[in-house]
């Protein structure tokens, strides 16, 4: 038999998110070359960590229920149940389930070796438009913000 693997992803462990929950399909797979990752996110809640982009690595949004408005530097798309969104390397972004039901979709990206995210946003704490870095505690992540170091968000595992 060929070394076929499959995952039933609704049963997959939570990864920390601002979302309900964000199923990371490909690390389960042992997908090398393309990130894909599944989630449920409820109303207002973003995809994945905040404003960012990659430079060199491409981005697709798929909306499976729901819908996502993705905030781009000159325009807003809003992005329905059946449709999809590209967005190229190096276009900073930032997706937001809107409406009134959760939205689920699917986020693909490669290569998957440059999905190294550069957020900008900016600190609540020294107003700098800055990057985040991140501290594993337990199953959470701990962002910082690179300018001045204080804490801005602590994304946790959705429910199980």
């Known amino acids: 038999m060929t070394d076929v693997t499959k995952v039933a992803v ?3 462990p939570d990864a920390p998110n601002p979302t309900r929950h964000k199923k ?5 797979l042992g997908v090398t070359e393309f990130g894909f990752n599944y989630y449920v996110a409820d109303p207002g ?6 404003t960012h982009r990659h430079p060199d690595h491409e981005e697709l949004f798929y909306v499976l229920e729901g819908a996502l408005e993705v905030e781009l530097a000159d325009d807003v798309l809003v992005v329905h149940a059946g449709e ?3 967005v190229p390397p190096d276009t900073t972004n930032l997706a937001r389930a809107t409406g009134e039901v959760p939205t689920r979709a699917v986020a693909v ?4 070796e440059t999905d190294g995210a550069i957020i900008t946003e900016e600190c609540p704490s ?3 438009e800055s990057d985040r870095s991140y501290e594993v505690d337990g199953d959470d992540y701990v962002l910082s913000c690179t300018a001045c170091g204080e804490v801005v968000d602590r994304l946790t595992p959705g429910p199980e």
């Not at 809640?45 to 905040?50: A, D, F, V, Y």
């Not at 990206?109 to 998957?112: C, E, F, I, L, R």
């Open 24 to 28: 990371e399909v490909d690390e389960a």
């Open 126 to 128: 020294c107003g700098e």
């Open 109 to 112: 990206g490669a290569p998957k």
């Open 10 to 12: 609704e049963e997959l």
């Open 84 to 86: 999809a969104v590209f």
């Open 45 to 50: 809640e973003r995809l994945p960590w905040g």
